[in-house]
T-cell receptor, first 117, second 111 residues
Framework: ETGVTQTPRHLVMGMTNKKSLKCEQHLGHNAMYWYKQSAKKPLELMFV???????ENNSVPSRFSPECPNSSHLFLHLHTLQPEDSALYLC????????????????FGEGSRLTVL | GDSVTQMEGPVTLSEEAFLTINCTYT??????LFWYVQYPGEGLQLLLKATKADDKGSNKGFEATYRKETTSFHLEKGSVQVSDSAVYFC??????????FGGGTRVLVKP
């Protein structure tokens, strides 16, 4: 079983749909992240959670709503998206967010490829 | 703020050729530096890292040396294979907890 699992791998949705992306990590990590990867743009950090608490929201539009019910699961709820939101959404985790022991290494899932029509 | 600049791709080369991907950074303090690789259809994975000046990170035949004087962390491999075709991301972690990524460099190795 891979360390970080994302579902679905591919999602096509209309602008009025509501859908959710799911991420699960089996590594015992305490911090989880959502990144957006668009063509020809740098990787964009969207949200950071540490021990289930959101520690960073990088000016993400409210049509993206994250949820972290526990340290192993992270969701991204999608509503009323725009075509420019089409991208690969990557989930990542790390052992710690801060302090000793955080080597800076993130463990990524394979991503959810989202297409908004 | 912190930033990472990578050479733009795509970089196309033949098998067994020498690969260099340039990376320079701007950061406060003394950052840790990383190279991540993304193979087709996969997420990013850590390739190598260096945590202080003059450190050399290495893995899978790739190497990068932390050069504080030139604020660089160039990635090199002496003889690439088709399986090295991927997107390579340089990243830094400075004061605070956020990893800052470069824009990525796509590498295509042809047989």
């Amino acid at each position: 079983e891979t360390g970080v699992t994302q579902t679905p791998r591919h999602l096509v949705m209309g602008m009025t749909n509501k859908k959710s992306l799911k991420c699960e990590q089996h590594l015992g990590h305490n911090a989880m992240y959502w990144y957006k990867q668009s063509a020809k743009k740098p990787l964009e950090l969207m949200f950071v959670y540490n021990f289930k608490e959101q520690t960073e929201n990088n000016s993400v539009p409210s049509r993206f709503s994250p949820e972290c019910p526990n340290s192993s699961h992270l969701f991204l709820h999608l509503h009323t998206l725009q075509p420019e939101d089409s991208a690969l959404y990557l989930c990542a985790s790390s052992r710690f967010l801060s302090g000793g022991g955080n080597t800076g290494e993130l463990f990524f899932g394979e991503g959810s490829r989202l297409t908004v029509l | 703020g912190d930033s990472v600049t990578q050479m733009e791709g795509p970089v196309t080369l033949s098998e067994e050729a020498f690969l260099t991907i340039n990376c320079t950074y701007t950061a406060t303090g003394y950052p840790s530096l990383f190279w991540y690789v993304q193979y087709p259809g996969e997420g990013l994975q850590l390739l190598l890292k260096a945590t202080k000046a003059d450190d050399k990170g290495s893995n899978k035949g790739f190497e990068a040396t932390y050069r504080k004087e030139t604020t660089s962390f160039h990635l090199e491999k002496g003889s690439v294979q088709v399986s090295d075709s991927a997107v390579y991301f340089c990243a830094l972690k400075a004061a605070g907890n956020k990893l800052t990524f470069g824009g990525g460099t796509r590498v295509l190795v042809k047989p």
